[in-house]
């Protein structure tokens, strides 16, 4: 318990009420039609699961100069690995008819990696082990 962050502990049980929350109300009513092998009952721990998965493939992104950002799932995108000293950026606006766009910010040769950094460079360790599942390496090479 010595080394436990005190806020990611709070937050990691929070979003476990709350994932078994939604698998009682909105999973267990209907458990008879659910299966997750063929045989395999679902359970809450699929669904710890899942929410992960999809956690970890959502990015932040700038709606409005007014709105805080928003985490949504961009498709291809979200193949794009972190190094906060990436030239590489995410950038435009998820906003109708806004376009999300990473602008390369060196030459990118025919099947290099394409990284980008995750927060706008902004981001803590709190929120990539907690979001993603990694630390990042300060100061080192990603």
């Avoid at 997750?36 to 679902?42: A, C, G, H, I, Q």
């Avoid at 906060?84 to 040769?109: C, E, F, M």
Wanted: hydrophobic fraction near 35%; aromatic fraction near 8%; glycine fraction near 10%.
């Amino acid at each position: 318990d010595a080394l436990q962050y005190p806020p990611i502990v709070d937050e990691t049980q929070k979003r476990r009420e709350e994932t078994l929350a939604r698998y009682n109300s909105d999973i267990l009513p209907s458990i008879e039609n659910l299966k997750w092998d063929k045989e395999e009952t679902v359970t809450s721990q699929h669904l710890q699961w899942a929410v992960w998965l999809i956690t970890s493939r959502v990015l932040t992104v700038q709606t409005t100069d007014t709105t805080p950002p928003r985490r949504i799932m961009i498709p291809l995108l979200d193949m794009c690995n972190h190094d906060r000293s990436s030239p590489h950026v995410l950038t435009g606006r998820a906003i109708k008819g806004g376009r999300l766009k990473v602008v390369a910010g060196a030459n990118v040769k025919k099947g290099e990696q394409i990284y980008i950094s995750y927060g706008g460079g902004m981001e803590g360790n709190d929120r990539f082990i907690q979001d993603y599942g990694f630390l990042d390496v300060f100061g080192g090479d990603g």
